[in-house]
């Protein structure tokens, strides 16, 4: 990927990053959706946050409209791609290009995105990524913080919490194969987050079996209520997960968690 952005002329003289990032990156990818997701990031533009530094603004920080957009990077990043991998084997999908695999790599996703910025009191900033879809509205990730705080949670569970992802996100595989429609409506990165808050005391159960049991009950109780679980956050702890723009569905975490409660006791 270096290479392709190295050798264009459009993209090479800009200020761009290159990183894995998603469950291949974060140790929590499963056999059957094992991609890679490479992020290319464009610094010379970005987004800004102000809700943790009220006081600050584009204005007072001296931050104006950049003539460049989005869209003409993600369109010079697609030439790019088809030239040096083939128009043949990629495919532009709303988020992401699909990069077809070969004898000498994988099948990968790379995701265009430009810096996202949330500023602090001080006016130091953290940085994210946003995308926006083809078909409308904008993503905000904090990739970093997500990994980081991933690994912090697997080293307090000695080592259990990435492993109950992968049980979860198995799980739901299995059901939707078995035709559970609930299953249908959880993406993987949703387990992940349902994995992240549930305690770590329920994660390091005796024996795994108890672990996930126990988290079906955790899950099922807390999401019943918006009181009880409206603080989530997402595993990065910078967005909300059932609320805000990017919010998941609450009512959809809860039909499937009742629905593997069950699924479970059946087999």
């Not at 002329?9 to 469950?23: D, R, T």
């Not at 699909?98 to 995701?111: F, L």
């Not at 430009?114 to 009191?121: F, K, M, S, W």
């Not at 209520?225 to 990017?246: D, M, P, R």
């Amino acid at each position: 990927m270096s290479n392709a952005i190295k050798q264009s002329k459009e993209l090479s003289q800009k200020n761009i990053e290159i990183f894995i990032q998603g469950s291949y990156k974060n140790n929590t990818n499963v056999r059957l959706n094992s991609d890679v997701d490479i992020c290319v990031r464009l610094n010379d533009i970005f987004t800004t946050d102000y809700s943790e530094a009220p006081s600050l603004s584009d204005e007072a920080l001296h931050i104006t409209s950049a003539s460049y957009t989005y869209k003409s990077f993600k369109n010079e990043l697609q030439r790019t791609l088809n030239t040096s991998f083939g128009i043949s084997n990629v495919t532009r999908g709303n988020k992401a290009f699909n990069i077809k695999e070969n004898s000498y790599r994988i099948t990968a996703d790379v995701v265009p995105c430009i810096q996202h910025r949330r500023y602090l009191p001080n006016g130091k900033f953290i940085a994210g990524t946003t995308l926006y879809p083809d078909q409308g509205g904008s993503i905000n990730n904090f990739p970093s913080e997500h990994y980081k705080n991933g690994v912090e949670k697997n080293n307090a569970t000695n080592y259990r919490y990435k492993k109950v992802v992968r049980i979860l996100k198995n799980l739901c595989i299995s059901m939707n194969n078995d035709g559970y429609k609930s299953a249908e409506n959880i993406p993987s990165y949703l387990n992940e987050c349902l994995a992240w808050n549930t305690p770590n005391d329920i994660i390091t159960k005796s024996t795994l079996d108890e672990t996930i049991r126990e988290t079906l009950i955790h899950l099922h109780d807390h999401l019943d209520s918006t009181n009880k679980c409206g603080e989530w956050g997402q595993v990065s702890e910078l967005l909300y997960l059932f609320k805000g723009g990017q919010g998941f569905s609450r009512a959809n975490a809860k039909e499937w968690v009742l629905e593997a409660w069950g699924w479970l006791n059946y087999k």
